[in-house]
């Protein structure tokens, strides 16, 4: 995983994604009625970069957080509240440490667009234990992610994952929450390398 200096340096000047905006699978499942204010108050975006998603859910009356390692990313998403006119809370924290200050408790709603494909070996495991510390029976958790095995990607990529970066292997999450979550493939079908999955904690 590239370090949080580098994202900050990125946030300042040009990170890619940054310009996406309110990820389609979100928004498709807040039309679809899955999460509401009133099935699924709390919410957080693990990961959380500018803030986008965070913004969108506060705008819909959700209690909205986000988390992210970068404290420049955080800048970002704090002025873009202020600007949309929404309530919504920002937390500089490591999704891989045993606890984050100003994020406790559990949320109805979890949602990771590309930070846990983005770690390796014990810190994609520590990320899934804090996946299940702020998660409780009931919870949903929204996993958009690289998605390949590692020997069918390309060597190099420019607009994907690559050999030389890190995916979800098919079977992946399976294995690692199968045992405490069902899970739900957002498409019959996942596109050329990127997935999206939607888990439900069991009761």
């Known amino acids: 995983m590239v370090g949080s200096r580098a994202y900050d340096f990125m946030y300042r000047w040009?990170?890619?994604w940054d310009g996406v905006g309110v990820r389609e699978d979100l928004a498709n499942i807040v039309d679809r009625g899955v999460i509401s204010p009133a099935t699924h108050p709390r919410t957080v975006d693990l990961g959380c970069g500018s803030g986008?998603?965070?913004v969108y859910l506060a705008g819909l009356g959700f209690d909205s957080y986000g988390v992210d390692f970068s404290p420049v990313a955080l800048d970002k998403a704090r002025a873009r509240a202020v600007e949309a006119g929404v309530d919504a809370s920002f937390v500089v924290g490591d999704l891989t440490a045993d606890s984050?200050?100003?994020l406790e408790g559990s949320f109805d709603f979890l949602m990771d667009f590309g930070t846990l494909?983005?770690?390796?070996g014990e810190a994609r495991d520590l990320m899934v234990a804090t996946i299940d510390r702020l998660?409780?029976?009931g919870s949903i958790f929204l996993e958009w992610c690289f998605?390949?095995?590692s020997e069918d990607l390309p060597r190099i990529s420019f607009s994907g994952p690559s050999?030389?970066?890190?995916s979800i292997?098919?079977?992946?999450?399976?294995?690692?929450?199968?045992?405490r979550w069902d899970i739900e493939p957002l498409s019959s079908e996942p596109q050329r390398f990127f997935a999206c999955f939607l888990l439900r904690k069991r009761q």
């Open 14 to 16: 040009w990170a890619p």
């Open 52 to 54: 986008a998603n965070v």
């Open 100 to 102: 984050i200050p100003g």
């Open 117 to 120: 494909d983005d770690l390796k």
């Open 135 to 137: 998660s409780r029976p």
């Open 147 to 149: 998605y390949g095995a």
């Open 163 to 166: 050999r030389l970066s890190s």
């Open 169 to 179: 292997e098919p079977g992946e999450l399976e294995e690692r929450f199968g045992e």
